[in-house]
């Protein structure tokens, strides 16, 4: 790769590394271009070089984040049949994903939880339905193997998503989300959910 275009793509990815920390700490709408560039040390005409816009930007970010992590856990649950280990591996892989980079849950829960902001309205929905659907086949799965009650594959694919996306909120905010977000407590939630609190294996 030629010098000039090493520093085009350390300039996009310096421009994203900064948007992120920026959209996660403050929220989307509280975050304009004027303040990105700054913080990347760029010019105004260099980000509209990368990026269309900040919408454009913010895309790129989910993209960039969720989607390739989205794939990985997708590729990891294959290799696994039962609903059970499947449940386990996708909270450990969540977990895991949160830890690498606490600014990316960040990121999505205040999307997800601040203002609404027009904007943005449905950028996140079509990843975010892709997790759900998941999580749905995992649970019909379970059904069927006998693992789980024969309820709607719905409600229970709601509910788990609960038990494990509040943790990620709660524990991504912390400094030190590693010290929270260990395989004992991704084992424990999955425990609490298929055999509740009064189980010997809960903890």
């Known amino acids: 790769m030629s010098k000039r275009r090493t520093t085009t793509a350390t300039t996009r990815e310096s421009l994203l590394d900064h948007a992120l920390t920026l959209f ?3 929220g989307y709408a509280a975050t304009s271009i004027r303040d990105i560039i700054k913080a990347a040390g760029v010019t105004q005409p260099t980000l509209y070089h990368h990026f269309q816009d900040k919408r ?3 895309e790129e970010l989910i993209r960039h984040h969720y989607e390739l992590s989205q794939s990985h ?3 990891v ?4 049949s039962s609903c059970e280990a499947r449940l386990r591996l996708l909270v450990t892989n969540s977990f895991e994903f949160c830890k690498s980079d606490p600014r990316v849950p960040r990121l999505m829960f205040q999307t997800y939880h601040g203002p609404r902001v027009p904007e943005i309205d449905g950028v996140l929905d079509k990843l975010t339905d892709r997790r759900f659907r998941l999580v749905r086949k995992i649970m019909e799965d379970g059904i069927t193997e ?5 309820i709607s594959p719905e409600f229970l694919a709601l509910s788990f998503c609960c038990l494990m996306d509040q943790p990620l909120n709660l524990f991504s905010r912390p400094t030190r989300p590693g010290r929270y977000l260990t395989s004992e407590l991704a ?3 999955v425990n609490l959910f ?3 609190s009064h189980h010997k294996d809960f903890i």
Not at 77 to 80: K, V
Not at 146 to 150: D, H, K, M, T, Y
């Open 77 to 80: 649950l294959s290799a696994e």
């Open 24 to 26: 996660s700490a403050r």
């Open 187 to 189: 084992n424990s939630l």
């Open 194 to 196: 298929l055999n509740g």
């Open 56 to 58: 454009s930007l913010f």
């Open 73 to 75: 856990v997708e590729q």
């Open 146 to 150: 006998g693992r789980l009650q024969n």
